[in-house]
């Protein structure tokens, strides 16, 4: 059995985050080189800061330095390689494209962590995977309607 807990917060927080911000990016002339750039800045630096916060909080809680380290580097790694997945759609793909893409491949990441925390819980996981997906989907929708507000009132202005 995987042990979801130890890379959840990672893996989550790179599939989200990144899906939003290739959405809300999409738009524009430098859509490309503004992405990439924004997911490559969250793949390492907000990784690092979130790595260093994940690492307190568990050293607050008393956990064994063994605990600790592969909580933090378990995270940091997930999420990176996560996040260089989303960078690689990118790449190869028109802005619109990636965005399609890249949101069909957060979702079913989403769903495949969702699944594997409702098995681990011994919980309905068509439960579980709804209702993650539904906020991923509120990311997406959201970051997207932001993306374009902005676009209009700077562009457009």
């Known amino acids: 059995m995987i042990n979801v807990n130890k890379?959840?917060?990672g893996a989550t927080a790179a599939i989200t985050t990144s899906m939003g911000l290739i959405a809300g990016l999409t738009q524009g002339a430098a859509a490309k080189t503004g992405i990439i750039t924004g997911l490559?800045?969250?793949a390492i630096a907000d990784?690092?800061?979130d790595a260093l916060a994940l690492?307190?909080?568990?050293e607050s809680e008393g956990a064994s330095k063994q605990d600790i380290n592969l909580f933090t580097y378990g995270n940091f790694i997930v999420r990176l390689l996560l996040a260089s997945t989303f960078v690689l759609i990118v790449?190869?793909?028109s802005p619109f494209t990636a965005f399609i893409i890249?949101?069909?491949?957060g979702l079913v990441l989403l769903a495949i962590l969702s699944y594997l925390i409702a098995k681990n819980k011994k919980?309905?996981?068509w439960r579980e995977i709804a209702r993650h997906l539904l906020v991923a989907i509120i990311v997406i929708v959201g970051s997207k309607l932001l993306g374009n507000l902005i676009l209009k009132m700077i562009v457009y202005s």
């Open 102 to 105: 890249s949101s069909v491949w």
């Open 123 to 125: 919980t309905d996981h």
């Open 40 to 42: 490559l800045i969250i």
């Open 7 to 9: 890379f959840s917060i």
């Open 47 to 49: 990784n690092i800061s």
């Open 55 to 58: 690492h307190m909080y568990k």
């Open 91 to 93: 790449l190869v793909f």
